[in-house]
Nanobody
C-alpha cells in the first residue's frame, strides 16, 4: 500500500501562486510514479502533472503547461506542484495519486496518459480556490 498526504491548498486571487505538497509512504519512493489530478463537482478527475521519481521524468498537461511545474524531494519523500498565475478555472480539489512501478518501464504509459484509472492509490485531496 501507498499512503499519500496532500497539503498546501488555499484561497488565492487570480494571478497568485500556490505550492501543493504530497508526502508518500509505504513504498520505496524512487519506484513511484506520482501525479496530481484535479476535480470539480460533476466532472471527471483531470490529470495535471506527473513525475516518475527514479528518473525525475515529468509530464505536464497542456491545460496548465507554462504555469504549473512538478518536482520532487527524495529526502522528504515529497512531490510538489508549483502553480503560478492561477486562474478561476484552476479552482478544484487537487489530489495526489501513485502508481507503483514493479516492472521495468511500466511507468511510461501512465505518465504519458495521466488517467485516473492508471493510479490505484490516492490521497484525500486539498482544496484550491481562485477568485477575486
Amino acid at each position: 500500500q501507498v499512503q499519500l498526504v496532500e497539503s498546501g491548498g488555499n484561497s488565492v486571487q487570480p494571478g497568485g501562486s500556490l505550492r501543493l505538497s504530497c508526502v508518500a509512504s509505504g513504498h520505496p519512493f524512487p519506484r513511484l510514479l506520482l501525479a496530481w489530478f484535479r476535480q470539480v463537482p460533476g466532472k471527471q478527475r483531470e490529470g495535471v502533472a506527473g513525475i516518475y521519481t527514479e528518473l525525475s521524468r515529468t509530464n505536464i498537461a497542456d491545460s496548465v503547461k507554462g504555469r504549473f511545474t512538478i518536482s520532487q524531494d527524495n529526502a522528504k519523500n515529497t512531490v510538489y506542484l508549483q502553480m503560478d498565475n492561477l486562474q478561476p478555472s484552476d479552482t478544484a480539489m487537487y489530489y495526489c495519486a501513485a502508481f507503483k512501478n514493479e516492472q521495468a518501464g511500466r511507468w511510461w504509459g501512465p505518465l504519458q496518459r495521466l488517467l485516473q484509472d492508471d493510479f490505484p492509490f490516492w490521497g484525500q485531496g486539498t482544496q484550491v480556490n481562485v477568485s477575486s
